[in-house]
């Protein structure tokens, strides 16, 4: 940054272009004095960095630090990222930041963010511009194994089936329930049920959703048998699957390369 032309500033004493009154040297930049205040606080490590308050103040430095080829600024701003508020704001915004400095742990959980919210929230961001190609693809492939592992974990628990005894035992939910009460009964509803929640899972793949989105529509429940006991099955097949969920998304992990 002082190695800039000094240039395109009036002389202060008339003979001199680039130092002021007292002789220090003087180089005309475009940024306010608020700006580069905030600038130098970051450069500086024993300035206490300035407040991140919006996106816009993130974006100012980050810009700044790379037109003036000044990469500690950005990494120190990745820092002070991790665990903010930002992440669940603008994932996509700090995962390239992210990716831009090297810093694996905010890249890791920018981007367990931005599949959360799912692609189709994907929205162009300027970041977007100084991100990599295989950057963007290593979001991409961690998306998609997310959603691979998520389905995974659903498909596995239509493998078991669980009495309406063991539910009302206390027993944990964590497949479908048998009709072993009515030979009539197909269980139809069950598929009806569970189509959908796949469907979201694997554009979704987290679990806050869950709870929200999959309380069970009781018109669906075609059979009266099963009807007494479907809320509170299928309330506990949510919790259940949902740890599970967890566990699996906690087991892929994204590449940093
Ligand atoms: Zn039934």
Excluded at 139 to 160: C, F, I, M
Excluded at 203 to 223: E, N
Aim: aromatic share 8%; charged share 20%.
């Amino acid at each position: 940054m002082f190695s800039l032309p000094h240039i395109g500033r009036a002389p202060c004493n008339g003979s001199d272009r680039s130092t002021d009154k007292e002789g220090r040297p003087v180089i005309d930049v475009e940024e306010d004095g608020a700006s580069l205040e905030k600038l130098l606080r970051w450069c500086d490590p024993r300035c206490t960095p300035p407040a991140l308050e919006t996106w816009d103040d993130v974006s100012a430095m980050s810009n700044l630090s790379m037109k003036y080829d000044a990469p500690c600024v950005i990494r120190r701003v990745s820092e002070c990222l991790q665990g903010s508020s930002f992440i669940a704001k603008a994932p996509l915004q700090v995962y390239a930041i992210a990716m831009r400095v090297h810093n694996r742990q905010l890249a890791q959980m920018a981007a367990a963010e931005a599949s959360r919210i799912g692609i189709a929230k994907w929205k162009y961001c300027t970041e977007l511009d100084q991100m990599s190609g295989s950057a963007y693809h290593h979001l991409l492939t961690y998306h998609l194994a997310r959603a691979q592992a998520a389905v995974k974990v659903l498909d596995q628990s239509a493998l078991s089936k669980v009495n309406y005894s063991e539910m009302r035992a206390g027993k944990s939910v964590f497949g479908k329930p048998s009709w072993s009460h009515s030979e009539g009964c197909s269980g139809g509803w069950w598929t009806d049920y569970i189509q959908p929640f796949r469907a979201t899972i694997e554009h979704y793949p987290g679990s806050p959703l869950f709870s929200r989105a999959f309380t069970i529509d009781m018109q669906m429940t075609k059979c009266t048998n099963c009807r007494d006991d479907v809320q509170e099955f299928t309330t506990k097949f949510v919790v259940g699957l949902a740890n599970m969920i967890d566990q699996a998304l906690k087991q892929v992990s994204h590449s940093l390369r």
